[in-house]
Nanobody, 120 residues
């Protein structure tokens, strides 16, 4: 059974930083694209960031480029999302996701989500 468990969410003031982590189990971590998505109240879920199985290349939504950084440690089966210069519009539930193949915008597995709240 595949499980993706996120941790690290919370509340922060605008301009602050948070770090999320996700530790999947039940899959061969190093074979999967890993990504982060988010869903704000009343909005559709959107892509945030992704990283190749080897960790060699990363992808970002324009809205977070330059502020967020995705990374992974295949030895620890963990993917991270470092979020800096946070804005109130970054407030959302953040989801970790795992995708097989190159279509990182269409993951096969999802975590349960962790809340990030940014106050002005």
């Amino acid at each position: 059974q595949v499980q993706l468990v996120e941790s690290g969410g919370g509340a922060v003031q605008a301009g602050g930083s948070l770090s999320l982590s996700c530790a999947p189990s039940g899959l061969t971590f190093s074979s999967y694209f890993m990504g982060w998505f988010r869903q704000a109240p009343g909005k559709e879920r959107e892509f945030v960031a992704a990283i190749r199985p080897s960790g060699g290349r990363t992808y970002y939504a324009d809205s977070v480029k330059g502020r967020f950084a995705v990374s992974r440690d295949n030895a620890k089966n963990t993917v991270y999302l470092q979020m800096n210069s946070l804005k109130p519009e970054d407030t959302a539930v953040y989801y970790c996701a795992a995708a097989i193949g190159n279509d990182y915008t269409n993951p096969r597995y999802w975590g349960q989500g962790t809340q990030v709240t940014v106050s002005s």
